[in-house]
Each structure stands twice: as structure tokens, then as C-alpha cells.
């Protein structure tokens, strides 16, 4: 059977080189793919980004499943657009997807329905949303209401740095708006630890993926800006099994039963981030409506189901038929990242001294593109060290030796990528 994954970053990586296992598997296509996916000898690019041509191609080439990356497609209506021709397809819909695509829409959501979550403001208005932030007092989280490819979070802990962020997401250059248009969700600041709890929703059931946690800060010590995220492991020790329960009933389920309640049933892979409180009671910090990046690294080394059988029932509305089996082992990936980046990253550096992959250990391609033979940076996040251990300590110890010898200019990455779950 032939897989179309839609995506070109790091995540969508993972997703082929994991699909491509399925016994039933002939071809996994990646559209438009990336420089690994391009060397990785079981998966073929697909250079095709406009949807109606990928429905068409995947529509001619009888396509077995879609599985949609990243979220702009989503946000898009692209599960719309496969699901009106009938070609079978793993997301959720345009209106699903605002789970997402509006962070207005998903606290007003999470208000509705009793999903804990932080208090929050919603302002169009610079002028009114000032006015809040000084009568509220910092720290303050601001955020642009649209997709901003996760850099439209500002966790301010002075006013001054809440200001700034309102006169930039409401500006002339607000992410994810159009200017004049722009919206900023205005939140309390939640203590805690952050996790990463990503399910797999059908509409009606869910099953759990294994439980994550990321590093969003650029530097050493969770210092510096906020990115996409520089790191990854799973399992993650704060998720206990009394916070895993709490999260499945107290906002999972909840989510799910009111999407379907509100006419927008939900299918695809259902990201919440959680802030876990000193008493291990989690709060909704925003949701996803795909696999997180770099998560799924760590989290798809360690799945040992048939993930293309898993999503076919998940599609098919299946999923209480299925059970998930996980390497014992942990996972640890490292972000490696392009100089400038969060905010200006630089392209077109030459990259070298790739181990070659193992059973237990796997480079991931998010930000590269290979011509002529030679490999190049072409995102701001370029690479994800991933690998397997006993421990997140071992895992963490073989993700930095395999990272040792990989070279391009300007390259940075975090060096203590796992260190909660190591001082815990």
C-alpha cells in the first residue's frame, strides 16, 4: 500500500520513517519531504504543495492514507478537501483544527466546557489590552490568536515585556494576521512544569501516545526565547499516573465529547500542553492538533506497533480495537539549530559528519534540502539527534555522542537537553 505524508520538517520525518515499517507498507511519499527524506532510500519526496494537485496525485495513485504534518494544512481545510473526494486521510478538519489555529477559540472552548486552563483576556484592541496588562500585573503570558509556528508566545515577567508583546502581535507585522485583523489572548502566568500529553482521537475513542516533554527555550537552563523547541524525551517523569489520569479525564475526554458536541467531531493526533503544579494538578497551556515537533522523534523511536495499522483504525473510527506497545528504553532528541535562529536563521550551510542511522539511534531532517549531492540548512531548526537508552540519562549520553561529529557553520543546540527528568 502506498502512505502520503504531507510536511517537510522534522516531524514529518519521523512519521515516514515510522510508517515505512508497516508490513503492509509499500511506499511512504513525503510531500514535499526534506534533505533526510531525500536520502532515506524507503521514502521518495514528493514536490507538490498545492492541494488540490496532492488530492489529484493521491486520488490517481490510489493512495492507501494521508497523514497531515503540520498544521498550516490543517488550518487550511486540506482534511476537508481529501474527505470530500473520498481518499482517506488522518487529521482534523478546518473547524477542528481551530483548536490550533485560534488560541481565542480554544480558551473560550476550554471556558464552555470546565477544562482547566489559565484566565485570560482576548483584545483586538492595543489600547484595551495595555490597559489590562497594567491593571493585572506581570508575569503575564501574550499570545497572537493565529498560527505563528510556535513563536507567538511571550511569557512576559514584567509589564514592560508584556507592552512590547501586545505592540508587536498587534502591529504592522503581527504573526499569523493580517494587520487590523489581529487578535492577543492575554493569560496568568501558570508555575509548574510543562509536559506534552498527545493522544490519538478517532472522533469517539482515544488512546494515549507516551508521555513527552520539550525544551522550548533557546538556551542552556531553559534561558533565553522561546522556540519551536530545542529538545525532547519520552517518558516523562512528571507525568505520573495520577497526573496521566487527571489530564485523560479532567481535559482530554471533556475536549473530545465537546467538539463532537459542538458539530466539529475531532479526528487526528490531539496535542495538550499541560502545566503540572507542585500538587500534580495539570492545566490546559494550549492545544495542538497534530504531533508536536520535536516530541514525536523521541516518542515514534519508542512506538513498537504498526503505526500504519494503528492509523487506519483511526481513520476508520476504530481505535478501542487497538492497543499501543512501547520500548521500555527512553528517548532523548537534540535539537540542532541554524545560527540566528529563533530569530533570523541563517540558510545554505553546508552539513557534515552524519552518523549513519542505527536500531538505536536515528537523525532526524527538519530544516535541510540536499542538491547535488551535498547536504544544506534550509530552516531554522535543522536536525534532531534522537536516540534510545535504559535511561534518559543513557538516552541523553548517545544522543550527544552521535551529535559529536556533525558540523555546519553557525550551528547551535542546547547541552542539557533531559535534565528534569535527570534531577528528578
Known sequence: MK??????????????????????????????????TARDPGLKNLPI???????DWAEREKVALTVVGPEAPLAAGLVDLFRGRSLRIFGPTRAAAQLESSKAFAKDFMARHGIPTARYAVFSDAA???????????????????LAAGKGVVVAMTADEAHA??????????PGAVAGQARVVIEEFLAGEEASFIVLVDGRHVLALASSQDHKRIGDGDTGPNTGGMGAYSPAPVVTPNVHAKAMHEIILPT??????????????LYAGLMIDAQGRPKTVEFNARL??????????????????????????????VELQWDRRAALGVVVAAAGYPAAPRQGD??????????????????????DGQLRSSGGRVLCVTALGDSVRQAQQHAY???GGIHFDGMQFRHDIGHRAIRR
Not at 508583546?165 to 503581527?174: I, N, T
Not at 465537546?258 to 493526533?269: D, H, P, T, V
Open 3 to 36: 502512505v502520503l505524508v504531507i510536511g517537510g520538517g522534522g516531524r514529518e520525518h519521523a512519521l515516514a520513517w515510522k510508517l515505512a515499517q508497516g508490513v503492509r507498507v509499500q511506499q511512504v511519499y513525503v510531500a514535499p519531504g526534506n534533505g533526510g
Open 49 to 55: 504543495t498545492d492541494p488540490g494537485a496532492l488530492a
Open 128 to 146: 484595551a489590552a495595555h490597559a489590562h496588562i497594567d491593571g493585572f500585573g506581570a508575569p503575564l503570558v501574550v499570545k497572537a490568536d493565529g
Open 165 to 174: 508583546a501586545v505592540d508587536f502581535m498587534l502591529g504592522a507585522s503581527a
Open 256 to 269: 473530545v465529547a465537546g467538539m463532537a458536541k459542538e458539530g466539529m467531531a475531532f479526528s487526528g493526533f
Open 292 to 321: 508536536g515537533d520535536p516530541e514525536a522523534q523521541p516518542i515514534l523511536m519508542r512506538l513498537k506497533s504498526d503505526l500504519f495499522e494503528v492509523l487506519l483504525h483511526a481513520s476508520d473510527g476504530t481505535l478501542d480495537q
Open 350 to 371: 553546508a552539513i557534515s559528519g552524519l552518523p549513519a542511522d542505527s536500531a538505536d539511534t536515528v537523525v532526524f531532517h527538519a530544516g535541510t534540502t540536499l542538491a
Open 401 to 403: 555522542d552521535a551529535l
